[in-house]
Each structure stands twice: as C-alpha cells, then as structure tokens.
C-alpha cells in the first residue's frame, strides 16, 4: 500500500485530486468509482475546479457510486444520488446517462442488487475513491461483512447512524438501511484511493494499514489488494508511527 501522510484535509483534497484528474487524463473514458460523505467534498470541490479551468473533461468517463439509502428518492436532499449531482455531476460535464447509483426506492432489493453487480461486472473501475468509517466500514460494509460479498442490502451500525446523522436534522430521520457494493465489488476495482481525514480514523487508519486482515474492520482487505493508495492527514495518521 502506498501511504501519503499530509498535513491537513486540503492538502489530502488537493493529492487526491492530482490522482483521479491524472486517472482521467491517462484515460478519458475511464471509470471512477465514487463516494459520498464529507471526506471527498474538497476532492469533489477541485475536481470542478479543474473542469472549469479546461485542464480536465469528463465527457466520456462514466461514474459508478458505492451506496444508496434504502428508502430515499433520488431527489431527496440526503440521498446519496443528490450529493453527487449537487457536489459534482450538476458542475462538470459528465453525461447523467454515465452516472450510476442503487436505486433507494426499488421495491425488488434482490433484483436491485443483482441489477447492480451485473452493472460494476459490465463497467470495471479504473479507480476507487473510498472513506473509511469510524469503525473500519468501506461504503456501508460494516464490520463482520464477509469479504467476498457483493452489492447487498445492510442494517447500518448504529456508530454510522450516529456518524452520518450530523446531516440530518434529527437522528430518528437517517435511514437504517442501505445498498451497498460489497467488498469483492470494491476490491475488483484496478486502483483503489482510500482517504482519510481527522483523529476519529485514527484507528480506523491504523486498522487498515497495520492490523490483522479481520472482517472486524473491513478496510483490513485492502492490505490483499495490490495497487492502492492511501492519502490522510497527519490526525488520521496519528497511530501509525514514524515508519510511514
Ligand atoms: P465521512 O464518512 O467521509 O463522512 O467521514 C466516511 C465513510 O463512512 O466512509
């Protein structure tokens, strides 16, 4: 694993950025695997900001998210669907037909999720961008989700309920299920960018990078994937000593 310690989250915004635009120069009809939640906002933030400054088209890259809210519309304000056209699709010129999601409102789940994984089969990621959760989850793979999973529907933990519910107005509104890529989806994905900001990933970070490879912190699998970068700041960092 290639680590990149930084100093701060605009700093780690600024490197992941320099990643995905070269991922795209490289190929401009790559496939990105995308991520919701605070940690990509000043990835998503540059990413529009290279749009705009014509250093970067998305024209023919097409877009795979990682997780959707079980029971919100696309046009709901916290669906994940929403935050990626507010932050990014809405503000580059990627084709809405070439962006994907799970469907939140899909009344057959199994049908959804079989809908999906035939989708990342047809449609290779080039490159992952990942979070990590407070307690080690990728997407919404909580812990003891099995390694070989694929698109699932999960009960979210209640340390994630707790951690996304700063986005809503109440606890009692953050839904209590999602779709999810499974972790075999994620690792199937050629390069993978974890990022992670602030010391409440210190363990989190730790786990991935030097803890045992446990279904306890899913982040662990990525130690068996053989082409991925880690780029945190230096809170995030905190526990991984000096060696990094
Ligand atoms: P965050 O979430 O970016 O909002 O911290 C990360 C995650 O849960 O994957």
Redesign the pocket.
Known sequence: MEIVVVENYDEMSDVACSVVEETVKRNPACVLGL?T???PLGLYERMVRGYREGKVSYKNVKAVNLDEYIGLPSSHPQSYAFFMREHLFSQIDILPENTHIENGMATDEKAECARYNALLDSMPRDLQVL???SNG??AFNEPFTPFGSETHTVALAESTVK?NSRLFERIEDVPRRAFTMGLKNIMDARRILILASGANKANAVYGLVKGEVTTALPASILQKHGNVVLVCDRAAAQKLGDGV
């Open positions: 991520a939640g605070s940690t979070g990590i959760g989850h990728i951690d």
